[in-house]
């Protein structure tokens, strides 16, 4: 990650009310602004970039709040429109709102996988997509990368296999290729070191919330490499040391969940096993905990329920010593799911009454910070998975229904997913209309969201309502599945 500085004292910057980008709005013509959000993001595509254009973005560079874009939008402009430059689009040059640190080299933008320099954090009135001095992006919404350049350079560099978020967040290891030549670039870790990773497993997180695994995951395995070469650079201070091996285990189990959503269960049993290890080695419960969580949930979707119960069960061993009965409410979910994949229905009604009983105990302090996913709508979608399991489909679709309705908007990648649940609950539930407005949906949100644990989930629910295409809305939700690209 590029460290912010603190400015020196700069003369006070007059507030300028934004100027609307009338070029733009004249280019967007008749399409809505969510249709043409859509046309970015399908040329983004076709110059294998990932940008996150909404409606609201297009709003906002219509009315002048996005002065100048950052460079991946830029680059798509410009393919969408070509032999125009960023001012016949209606920009401001990006040397206009950059300030006294317009970059020496001209306009160009960076080549992939080049980090851009270090940021400095400037008045909160600037209006520009760019974050250079005066210019700073909106830290209010960490979750709306289109608003964040750094935050897209790394969704970038993770999607095309330029720089990988070791490169941006292990300042330290630079662009090692390996972990030898990582170990060779650190003498002694630090505390900065054990910082940079624990924000590097933020931002693989944020990633997959938002786009789901697929394309993560190949991406990631490089700071998983610097992080395990951090622990064997050793450090003079325990509680660095402490610092290290919890992150490298939770980055383990980041990885692990990457692969664990894109399809690769044996790499993911991998990375939760070595994450398992690092946890007792460091006399870690919470990160024991996490990661005999991660297994469990793991040998469910692999089809081994009662290793997903004994997992589970683990996890709650070494949990009730860390006061947490969110932690407890979801570890029970867990278990409740291997006995539904045991066809135990009492087993996992009693596992989801303890969990719905630690749940209404509310938060606490103790509670991990890698739960902030878990709320009202993941107990939900977890709960319908076990009554799908178990063949009652009214009940799964309830459930589900009621989980895409309570999830924050931030966590695209879980609305996909319990969407997808409800499609495939409602179709084999008898209600292939329904299904098919839900699975209407979730093709939406294919558009942002890449997960191939809620695609397969799809192609399952297609196949169900092929008896039923003179339904209601089938016929046009299957051909526009059928017609999706290989892989989406």
Request: with cysteine; hydrophobic share 35%.
């Given at each position: 990650?590029?460290?912010?500085?603190?400015?020196?004292?700069?003369?006070?910057?007059?507030?300028?009310?934004?100027?609307?980008?009338?070029?733009f709005?004249?280019?967007?013509g008749?399409?809505?602004?969510?249709?043409?959000a859509?046309?970015v993001?399908?040329a983004a595509?076709e110059i294998?970039?990932r940008?996150?254009c909404?409606?609201r973005?297009v709003?906002?560079v219509e009315t002048?709040?996005?002065r100048?874009p950052?460079y991946?939008?830029?680059r798509?402009f410009?393919?969408?429109?070509?032999?125009?430059t960023l001012t016949?689009l209606?920009?401001?040059p990006r040397?206009?709102v950059?300030?006294?640190?317009a970059r020496?080299?001209?306009?160009?933008?960076?080549?992939?996988?080049?980090?851009?320099p270090?940021?400095?954090?400037g008045p909160?009135?600037?209006?520009?997509e760019?974050?250079e001095?005066?210019?700073?992006?909106d830290?209010?919404?960490?979750y709306?990368t289109h608003?964040?350049?750094?935050s897209?350079?790394?969704r970038?560099?993770?999607m095309t296999g330029?720089?990988?978020?070791?490169a941006a967040s292990?300042g330290?290891?630079?662009?090692?290729?390996?972990?030898?030549?990582a170990?060779?670039?650190?003498?002694?870790a630090?505390?900065?070191d054990?910082?940079?990773?624990?924000?590097a497993v933020r931002r693989?997180r944020l990633?997959?919330?938002?786009?789901?695994?697929?394309?993560?995951y190949?991406r990631?395995?490089a700071?998983l490499r610097?992080?395990?070469?951090l622990l064997?650079?050793?450090?003079?201070?325990?509680?660095?040391?402490?610092?290290l091996?919890?992150g490298?285990g939770?980055l383990a189990?980041?990885?692990?969940w990457l692969?664990?959503?894109?399809g690769?269960f044996?790499?993911a049993?991998?990375?939760y096993?070595?994450?398992l290890?690092?946890?007792?080695?460091a006399?870690?419960?919470?990160?024991?905990?996490?990661?005999?969580?991660?297994?469990a949930?793991l040998a469910?979707d692999?089809?081994?329920?009662?290793e997903?119960?004994r997992a589970?069960q683990?996890?709650q061993?070494?949990?009730?010593?860390?006061?947490?009965?969110r932690?407890?409410?979801?570890l029970?979910l867990?278990?409740?799911?291997?006995w539904?994949?045991l066809?135990d229905?009492?087993?996992?009604?009693?596992?989801l009454?303890?969990?719905q009983?630690?749940?209404?105990?509310g938060?606490?302090?103790?509670?991990?910070?890698?739960m902030?996913?878990?709320?009202e709508?993941?107990?939900?979608?977890?709960?319908?998975?076990?009554?799908s399991?178990l063949?009652?489909?009214p009940r799964a679709?309830r459930?589900?229904r009621r989980a895409?309705e309570?999830?924050?908007?931030?966590?695209?990648?879980?609305?996909?997913?319990?969407?997808?649940e409800l499609?495939?609950?409602l179709a084999?539930?008898?209600?292939?209309?329904?299904a098919?407005?839900?699975?209407?949906r979730?093709?939406?949100?294919?558009t942002?969201?890449?997960?191939s644990?809620?695609?397969?989930?799809l192609?399952g629910t297609t196949?169900?309502?092929?008896p039923?295409?003179?339904?209601?809305?089938?016929?046009a939700?299957?051909d526009?599945?059928?017609?999706l690209p290989r892989?989406v």
């Open positions: 990650m590029a460290s912010s500085t603190v400015p020196s004292p700069q003369p006070s910057q007059p507030h300028r009310p934004p100027r609307p980008n009338l070029v709005r004249q280019l967007r008749t399409r809505s602004p969510a249709e043409f859509a046309a993001r399908r595509r294998g970039e940008v996150s909404d409606a973005y709003h906002r002048g709040e996005i100048c950052n991946a939008y830029e798509v410009l393919h969408m429109f070509p032999g125009r016949d209606g920009f401001a040397s206009s950059r300030g006294r640190r020496d080299e001209g306009d160009t933008p960076p080549a992939y996988g080049v980090t851009p270090a940021r400095t954090v909160a009135n600037a209006t520009s760019t974050s001095a005066y210019e700073p992006y830290t209010s919404d960490p709306d608003d964040n350049e750094e897209d350079v790394l970038r560099a993770f330029g720089a990988t978020v070791a292990l330290p290891l630079g662009f090692a290729a390996d972990a030898s030549a170990q060779r670039a650190v003498r002694r630090g505390a900065s054990a910082g940079a990773l624990e924000e693989i990633l997959d919330d938002r786009h789901g695994a697929d394309g993560l190949r990631a395995a700071p610097a992080a395990y070469a064997d650079a050793g450090t003079t201070r325990q509680r660095t040391a402490d610092r091996y919890s490298a939770e189990i980041s990885v692990g692969a664990h959503d894109s690769r044996d790499d049993r991998s990375h096993a070595e994450a290890a690092t946890a007792r080695v006399g870690d419960a919470g990160l024991e905990a996490h990661a005999f969580c991660n297994t949930f469910r692999a089809g081994r329920p009662r997903a119960v589970a683990a996890a061993r070494v949990a009730r010593s860390l006061g947490s009965p932690l407890m409410s979801l029970a867990r278990e409740a799911g291997g539904a994949g066809a229905r009492a087993g996992c009604e009693q596992a009454a303890r969990a009983a630690y749940f209404e105990r938060p606490s302090q103790a509670d991990p910070e890698w902030s996913f878990y709320g709508a993941e107990l939900e979608g977890l709960e319908a998975q076990c009554w399991t063949g009652d489909w679709a459930h589900a895409a309570l999830q924050d908007p931030h966590f695209t990648r879980n609305i996909a997913l319990y969407t997808a499609a495939d609950d084999r539930g008898g209600r292939p209309d329904e098919a407005v839900a699975g209407m979730v093709l939406d949100l294919l942002e969201v890449q997960s644990r809620i695609q397969t989930m192609a196949r169900v309502l092929l039923h295409r003179r339904a209601s809305g089938v016929s939700f299957l526009r599945h059928a017609s892989g």
